[in-house]
């Protein structure tokens, strides 16, 4: 059984960081990739960033390069996002989701397979 728990949302006021983990267990593939998204109220949701666990490819929306940083811990099977910089408009509740093979980005949101709970981010001051 697949598992996906994201952690480590929380208030933030502008400017500071944040770091969110991933954790996926049950999946027996070694070519998935765990993406981030974010849906803030009223929004549609929206892909963040995307890593692959087999050679750690990284894909990130416009929005937030250069102040974002994808990671992974193969041995953990979890994925990290370092969240600097942050702005009012990346509060949202940011999910995390797996998929195998992904080869582009972004990937439409049917196309993921297991998604977590999602934890909220709020960046106020």
């Known amino acids: 059984q697949v598992q996906v728990v994201e952690s480590g949302g929380g208030l933030v006021q502008p400017g500071g960081s944040l770091r969110l983990s991933c954790a996926a267990s049950?999946?027996?593939?070694?070519?998935?990739?765990i993406g981030w998204f974010r849906q803030a109220p009223g929004k549609a949701r929206e892909g963040v960033s995307c890593i692959r666990r087999s050679d750690g490819s990284t894909y990130y929306a416009d929005s937030v390069k250069g102040r974002f940083t994808i990671t992974r811990d193969n041995a953990e099977n979890t994925v990290y996002l370092q969240m600097n910089s942050l702005k009012p408009d990346d509060t949202g509740v940011y999910y995390c989701?797996?998929?195998?093979?992904?080869?582009?980005?972004?990937?439409?949101?049917?196309?993921?397979?297991?998604w977590g709970q999602g934890t909220q981010v709020t960046v106020s001051s």
């Open positions: 989701a797996t998929k195998e093979y992904v080869v582009s980005w972004p990937v439409p949101l049917w196309q993921w397979d297991y």
């Open positions: 049950g999946l027996s593939s070694d070519y998935y990739a």
